[in-house]
């Protein structure tokens, strides 16, 4: 975060993946699934895309708490978030929040320690998803 009231991340996108990721943030910025931070802006610098999304003050959470409701949520939703994580999970004191989603599902990107083998071939879907929550809740 740099001062701002939106938290920003950069992706690498490539000319080939470039209207399938645009498509995709677009929609998400649309349909506004469940627990996903609200997209500000974004725009591609070059080859790069930067994101804006609404930040969220919180703390990580005890994941004990957490449920797959979310994951049947996001199934209706038609959305994948494609680097769950302890890191990528937020308690703002009321509700659960999943930051850092990536908008493109189709190259490996995410974090190793909860990636599918799907995910290392550039597969991310609902399965890839429950696959991480499950090992993140095996943790706690």
């Known amino acids: 975060r740099d001062g701002s009231p939106f938290a920003r991340k950069y992706f690498r996108v490539s000319d080939k993946r470039r209207k399938k990721i645009l498509n995709r943030v677009f929609s998400i910025s649309t349909k506004r699934p469940t627990g996903i931070p609200e997209i500000h ?68 990107q995410g974090t190793p320690h909860y990636a599918s083998d799907e995910v290392f071939r550039g597969k991310h879907s609902s399965d890839s998803d429950e696959y991480a929550l499950r090992k993140i809740i095996g943790e706690f």
């Open 41 to 108: 802006s974004y725009r591609l610098h070059g080859s790069t895309l930067e994101l804006r999304t609404k930040y969220i003050e919180g703390a990580h959470v005890s994941l004990d708490e957490l449920s797959f409701e979310i994951l049947k949520k996001w199934k209706c939703e038609d959305f994948v978030h494609g680097d769950l994580s302890p890191s990528n999970i937020v308690h703002d004191g009321e509700d659960f929040w999943f930051i850092d989603w990536l908008p493109d599902l189709e190259s490996y």
